[in-house]
């Protein structure tokens, strides 16, 4: 079973900083099924990343996500207020078939 | 503009049954899959289960394996899950949400509905 470890927990930013959020699988993953989501209070889950660096439809280019293997990684540029939340990397395992979420890092203003 | 409206939710005792509806409107229903994504107060998310355009492919996570039952009737444009047996620990906002079958996320949700299985 694969496990995502998010880190860190919480990232103390202000804005117009960089952020930088880790996704780590406990195995290799594919790329293909590795995800990033935004969720803020009392809302739903946000597509923000699929393939692990593909920009969901409506989606700034502050957002960015690269990586691959074990380690992935959610780049956001330049903090805007509107990106304080917490941030999912999710993965689809097909043996067996399953989704996994990692903990999530929550962003708050510094 | 793609909806997702979820209802059902309540309050329910231990042991006891509850059948959740997204109802879905602005896009083909029937040309996506369907995914049930659990979040329990305070914590993250968990995926729950899932179902394939025609209903031929259902998964479930391990946890619900058994209690839960994922259908759907693309006619009504509608996701259903019965969930028997509760537990406590299924406590949670339960969410419908889309599935892109090519990468496998979630790129639509609905905005839940509360579940609280208490006595």
């Known amino acids: 079973e694969i496990v995502l470890t998010q880190s860190p927990g919480t990232l103390s930013l202000s804005p117009g900083e960089r952020a930088t959020l880790s996704c780590r699988a406990s195995?290799?993953?594919?790329?293909?099924?590795l995800a990033w989501y935004q969720q803020k209070p009392g809302q739903a889950p946000r597509l923000l990343i699929y393939?692990?660096?593909s920009r969901a439809t409506g989606i700034p280019d502050r957002f960015s996500g690269s990586g691959s293997g074990t380690d992935f990684t959610l780049t956001i540029s330049r903090l805007e207020p509107e990106d304080f939340a917490v941030y999912y990397c999710?993965?689809?395992?097909?043996?067996?078939?399953?989704?996994?979420f990692g903990q999530g890092t929550k962003v708050e203003i510094k | 503009e793609v909806q997702l409206v979820e209802s059902g939710g309540g309050l329910v005792q231990p042991g006891g049954s509850l059948r959740l509806s997204c109802a879905a409107s602005?896009?083909?229903?029937?040309?996506?899959?369907m995914s049930w994504v659990r979040q329990a107060p305070g914590k993250g998310l968990e995926w729950v289960s899932y179902?394939?355009?025609?209903?031929?492919?259902?998964y479930y996570a391990d946890s619900v394996k058994g209690r839960f039952t994922i259908s759907r009737d693309n006619a009504k444009n509608s996701l259903y899950l019965q969930m028997n047996s509760l537990r406590a620990e299924d406590t949670a906002v339960y969410y419908c949400?889309?599935?892109?079958?090519?990468?496998?996320?979630?790129?639509?949700w609905g905005q839940g509905t509360l579940v609280t299985v208490s006595s």
């Open positions: 393939g692990a660096s």
């Open positions: 602005g896009f083909t229903f029937r040309s996506y899959s």
């Open positions: 949400a889309t599935v892109e079958d090519k990468v496998a996320a979630n790129d639509y």
């Open positions: 999710q993965h689809y395992g097909t043996s067996p078939p399953r989704w996994t």
């Open positions: 179902i394939f355009r025609s209903s031929t492919t259902i």
């Open positions: 195995q290799s993953i594919s790329y293909f099924y």
